[in-house]
């Protein structure tokens, strides 16, 4: 750990940089991304990560369908993307290298392990020759080390098993790239040192293995092409900050927002599906703050059991995934139909029906919007950042317990798992929103309204004097007992309507992201697509192109001056990963001729994809 | 909580609502016991919930002056669940029948009782969808002629107290509508225990098939056909309680 030998060169600047950690499910990549994410958080970076991994846990060795790759871009400016071409890639196996080696950027460098090169992997992976023999990486700057000898030399004498030895070979690798960004190995150190505890020889074979990785570039026995980098900290705001995931920011919010509706229960009822479940898993963790979570026998008794809670007075949740959200459809309409409070958050992937589990897209907005039997109307938000999690959670309970109706949260496999740092906001300064449950019984009638919001009053069970009866058969206005009159249902549907439609002067009015709130060009977003529109339309306008951004969080029903914000642009271009389902709900609401910019790859936008695209739309 | 409960007759527990079930059905003698049930054991209105699903049975909770929520099909014992675990104090009683307890949402009924909420769990069997006019439910018998199998059924029926044991229930009980008494008294040790309590009441629909029960509960039949368990007591039955059960403790064992 001594500094480094004089002769060592200055290390090279650099404004940002992507890295991508690729290899078998088993190679431990995305805790090899994680740790070198945390170190580089710890250093100050922005920074914006991606991990990709396959559906199957453990796909068979050496095959391109089992490689699992976390991807992440740091720097010192604004990080708004994953990035679009890698400048780093570390291939752990001949597989790995074949998946990746597109996305690597020309001139960019790849590590490999020759070791793993061995003819039966270069066969699995699909190779006919070795490519570290022929001209396949010409256009690169090679880094050809022997990573697994390197690692079994080590870990040498610590008594492990070959395969035990093998499976430090991440730690070598991150060992080496935390030397050559110049980041410090502490937080890693003592991440191994708590993970393997009880493992002893474990411990000690991860951390040799991390420490030789480390000590391999900083005694200079590279290859004198490559040196070290130096990425300055970026010029964020002062302030405590941590990195963190969508689904941890969507899971704080969701804490803030009981505590600052004063609420002392939650209860998320979940079924474990891709990519949502680590909702389940992180909001099981806060019992001591009033959260029940409840993993139920299927995704119907996942919702049912959080529509029971809220009947009951605290704030149901349930969390799943596009198929497990269409099983959830009957009884979110009881909840419309019972006007229930119940947040709803659905961790998008590709489909339809089972899809690509573990690859992201946003097709489930017409569910979201339209999904349900009959006129069932509730309110549609959407995160666009893992920070910005924070803040929908809070939102989604201000908006569920306001106006007792439902709430679907879209997020989607990428947000859900995505990280970034954030700056760690001081929940003193999140305004208030008490909720007060019905107790007087004079005059209580269960469905009598707000006159300002039209939510019904929340009579909680327990309480002497309300007892009341609520159910899906269509209920009288004002007394909620059955009613089967032709013009009580007209008046009580035209009522639900009326009251998702006053969220919409509840809502911030549309912001412009980026650009003039008028103009020839708006590239109009949702979701997770937020960094690579931001990006493309800033480096658009660097051109003198005339383009704004806009990002909706607020999709159903849509901010009250956004029809006419739209209507102050020539052109309204919408870019979603799905075959256009924003810009067919904007054409269809406001008349428009908006235009969608569609892919559904199972991975984000590139941020050259949507700039490109403008731009053929531009010159068009 | 310790201040003196009111005594209730069993018609502070009844709703203002019309009682619309066909005349006749076996639900209006549940309803009138579970009322019953509920005044003797002192319950209090407002931390007493009822929770049902779709049919015919699920109508209960309007019935009933305590809080109530008529659910969707299948699905009370989840939405049941999530009661609990929002406030562990309320008194939450299931109604559910044939095929809403054991068809569309039998797998939440077996997990209801595998997880030993603490509630109860009434499910009104009369072997048929009534609602729905008249098809075959998992309890009808092989041969049952509806018209959704005018040949006659060809599915085993389900025995509700077996299914009920298997996956787990640790109180399980069975009573007929026509048994004000016996009723009563067994919603009440339901009542008693702390767990999920299951408890079949044979119901007679006499739109759909009527007198499926007729055969042990007629008053010609009936004591020659029940033997009513009571702890502690010989399983003794028949008019002159000469015919019954024993279980020889050495035979017993040898087969354990």
């Known amino acids: 750990m001594g500094s480094p030998p004089a002769t060592r060169p200055e290390r090279e600047v650099r404004d940002s940089v992507v890295i991508r950690f690729a290899g078998d499910s088993g190679d431990g990549m995305q805790l090899t991304g994680l740790q070198f994410t945390q170190e580089t958080a710890l250093a100050g970076s922005d920074l914006a990560t991606f991990p990709d991994y396959p559906a199957e846990i453990r796909a068979p060795a050496g095959t391109t369908y089992g490689v699992s790759a976390f991807q992440i871009h740091f720097g010192t400016q604004d990080i708004t993307s994953v990035g679009d071409e890698l400048d780093v890639l570390v291939a752990m196996n001949p597989a790995a290298l074949k998946v990746s080696l597109p996305d690597l950027r020309m001139g960019g460098s790849v590590l490999v392990d020759t070791s793993a090169f061995s003819d039966r992997n270069l066969q699995k992976a699909g190779y006919a020759a070795n490519p570290l023999d022929d001209d396949t990486l010409a256009p690169f700057q090679v880094l050809k080390l022997d990573v697994t000898r390197h690692t079994l030399d080590a870990v040498d004498g610590l008594g492990l098993s070959q395969k035990e030895a093998l499976r430090c070979r991440n730690m070598w690798a991150l060992g080496l790239m935390l030397w050559m960004y110049g980041r410090s190995r502490k937080a890693t150190v003592e991440w191994i040192g708590k993970k393997f505890a009880k493992e002893e020889a474990i411990r000690d074979a991860n951390l040799r293995a991390l420490n030789a990785g480390h000590a391999f570039g900083e005694t200079a026995e590279m290859p004198s092409h490559v040196s070290g980098y130096s990425v300055a900290a970026a010029e964020l705001a002062s302030g405590m900050y941590r990195t963190v995931s969508g689904t941890e920011a969507l899971a704080w919010g969701l804490l803030v927002g009981i505590k600052k509706a004063g609420l002392t229960r939650l209860v998320l009822g979940s079924y474990p599906i891709t990519p949502a479940s680590p909702l389940l898993h992180t909001m099981a963790g806060f019992k001591d703050y009033g959260v029940v979570t409840f993993q139920a026998e299927d995704e119907i008794a996942a919702v049912c059991a959080a529509i029971g809670a809220s009947y009951a007075g605290a704030l149901g949740v349930t969390s799943s995934s596009g198929p497990g959200i269409a099983l959830k459809g009957e009884a979110i309409g009881l909840a419309i139909a019972t006007e229930l409070p119940l947040i709803i958050v659905n961790a998008q992937r590709a489909g339809p029906s089972t899809g690509l589990p573990t690859k992201t897209e946003q097709s489930d907005l017409y569910q979201a919007i339209y999904g349900r039997n009959a006129d069932a109307e509730l309110i549609v938000v959407a995160a666009a950042t893992p920070s910005d999690s924070f803040e929908v959670g809070i939102e989604a309970v201000r908006l569920a317990t306001k106006y007792m109706t439902p709430v679907i949260v879209l997020t989607d496999g990428f947000l859900a798992n995505a990280a970034e740092p954030w700056l760690i906001p001081d929940v003193d300064l999140v305004a208030e929103f008490p909720v007060a449950y019905r107790t007087d019984p004079d005059g209580f009638m269960p469905f009598a309204r707000d006159d300002a919001t039209l939510a019904r009053p929340w009579a909680v069970p327990g309480t002497p004097e309300l007892e009341h009866r609520i159910g899906g058969l269509e209920r009288s206005a004002q007394t909620g007992n059955i009613s089967y009159d032709p013009d009580n249902h007209q008046a009580m549907t035209n009522t639900r309507a009326a009251k998702i439609a006053r969220v919409a002067a509840d809502i911030p009015p549309q912001a412009v992201s980026l650009g003039p709130d008028h103009g020839a060009v708006a590239v109009v977003g949702w979701g997770s697509t937020y960094g690579p529109i931001h990006q493309a339309v800033r480096l658009l306008r660097a051109e003198g192109h005339d383009v704004a951004h806009l990002h909706l969080r607020y999709l159903w029903p849509f901010p009250s001056n956004l029809a006419d914000l739209l209507r102050r642009y020539d052109r309204v271009l919408v870019p979603e990963m799905n075959t256009g389902q924003l810009v067919n709900v904007l054409r269809a609401q406001y008349l428009i001729p908006a235009e969608g910019i569609n892919q559904v790859t199972g991975k984000p936008f590139k941020v050259s994809d949507i700039e490109r695209a403008v731009r053929t739309r531009l010159e068009a | ?256």
């Open chain 2, 1 to 256: 909580m310790t201040a003196t409960l009111p005594q209730r007759s069993p018609k502070d527990f009844a709703s203002d609502q019309e009682v619309r079930w066909c005349p006749g059905c076996g639900d209006y003698a549940i309803l009138k016991a579970v009322q019953k049930a509920l005044a003797d054991l002192g319950a209090r209105r407002e931390n007493t919930v009822f929770v049902s699903g779709i049919g015919c049975a699920a109508r209960f909770p309007y019935y009933v002056s305590s809080y109530g929520f008529h659910t969707i099909h299948g699905r009370a014992p989840a939405i049941a669940t999530g009661v609990k675990l929002a406030n562990p104090d309320l008194d939450v009683w299931v109604i559910t029948g044939d095929g809403d307890g054991l068809s569309i949402g039998g797998n939440h009924m077996l997990h209801v009782l595998r997880r030993n909420v603490d509630l109860q769990v009434i499910l009104f069997n009369n072997e048929v969808y009534g609602l729905t006019k008249g098809q075959y439910s998992p309890t009808s018998r092989r041969g049952f002629r509806s018209p959704s199998t005018p040949m006659g059924s060809v599915d085993n029926p389900i025995a509700p107290g077996a299914f009920a044991l298997g996956v787990g229930a640790r109180f399980v009980a069975r009573s007929v509508d026509t048994l004000l008494p016996h009723l009563v008294e067994t919603l009440k040790r339901a009542h008693q225990h702390r767990g999920t309590s299951f408890v079949e009441v044979f119901q007679n629909c006499v739109v759909f098939n009527d007198g499926a029960f007729a055969s042990f509960t007629d008053k010609s039949l009936a004591s020659d056909q029940q033997l009513h368990l009571e702890h502690g007591k010989p399983m003794v039955f028949g008019r002159r309680k000469t015919r019954g059960f024993a279980s020889s403790p050495a035979r017993s064992s040898s087969r354990s």
